[in-house]
């Protein structure tokens, strides 16, 4: 059950919504399932949310809303296409007219509970939204930023002239401007290089939950490993981890940088975030013919 506060006498209701219809092209794999402390991000992010608002709601594409993740929870879907999170924004405000939202972008894996506190505790809802101000560069954050309803008709106006950032869209509007408590809760994962570099800061959780994968050994380390394929449990999080867990079983003497790492027959970069189910082959150099 939610708890949150009683909104004041002179704002509208707080609903919540969980932005996670992106393709995740960039990581490579869905943004919303990686796990971080042992739980998937959309799970992780959604228990912040559902903390603050009297509804929360996942935003996605139409094309996603039998995934079981997102399935979970109540749902938005998109009704416009190609506009990028506006079009997420948008729709809700279309499904629930009169309310404020508190929108939440799903790739925030540093975010905690006292910078969104801090937001809802500091809402203006006389202005046209309550935003972070960044520790990066100063601008507006405008996904993790409470948009009230009188923002619906510039927003609409702005996207039927071709103007879908919301970040400019905050620049040009009547916003409070808040500085952010942890410099990096708002610090988001878009890449796997991203994911990796947080992962080496990040020490896996005691007792992480294990994926089953397969991995493919050739040349010297079939030589090393005395085996060709294997299926195993690891709770290895990116290629890198994994190869260090089985350089210690198998010592092996090949360094990653000189291999090359494919996933599910695709060539990836060692620190992309490894799922259940995943074929990992580990490919050193060959000599010869």
């Known amino acids: 059950m939610s708890v949150h506060p009683a909104p004041r006498a002179d704002a509208a209701p707080l609903y919540g919504l969980l932005l996670a219809g992106g393709r995740s092209t960039r990581m490579g794999r869905d943004k919303a399932a990686l796990a971080y402390d042992g739980k998937p991000q959309l799970e992780r992010a959604m228990a912040l949310l559902q903390r603050h608002v009297a509804r929360a709601f996942v935003s996605v594409r139409a094309d996603q809303s039998a995934d079981p993740l997102r399935a979970r929870y109540p749902q938005i879907a998109d009704t416009r296409a190609d506009i990028g999170p506006v079009a997420g924004l948008l729709a809700a405000q279309e499904r629930h007219p009169g309310v404020a939202w508190l929108v939440l972008a799903c790739d925030l894996p540093l975010l905690d509970e006292s910078t969104l506190a801090q937001l ?63 410099p ?30 397969t991995v493919q050994y050739y040349a010297l380390l079939r030589e090393q490993a005395g085996r060709r394929e294997e299926a195993l449990a690891t709770a290895a999080r990116t290629p890198r981890e994994l190869y260090t867990e089985l350089s210690g079983r198998y010592r092996f003497t090949l360094a990653p940088e000189m291999l090359r790492v494919a996933i599910n027959a695709e060539f990836r970069d060692w620190s992309t975030p490894l799922a259940e189910g995943d074929a990992v082959v580990f490919i050193p150099p060959v000599a010869g013919g």
């Open 120 to 182: 809802v505790r500091e809402r203006a809802p006389q202005r046209t939204a309550t935003a972070f101000r960044s520790s990066h560069d100063g601008l507006p954050e405008p996904l993790c930023a409470i948009y009230e309803p009188h923002s619906h008709g510039p927003l609409v106006a702005s996207v039927a002239q071709g103007r879908h950032c919301p970040r400019k869209f905050l620049l040009s509007a009547d916003v409070r401007l808040l500085d952010e408590p942890n």
């Open 184 to 213: 990096r809760a708002l610090d988001n994962v878009n890449t796997a290089t991203e994911y990796g570099a947080l992962m080496n800061e990040v020490r896996p959780q005691p007792g992480a939950a294990d994926k089953r994968i």
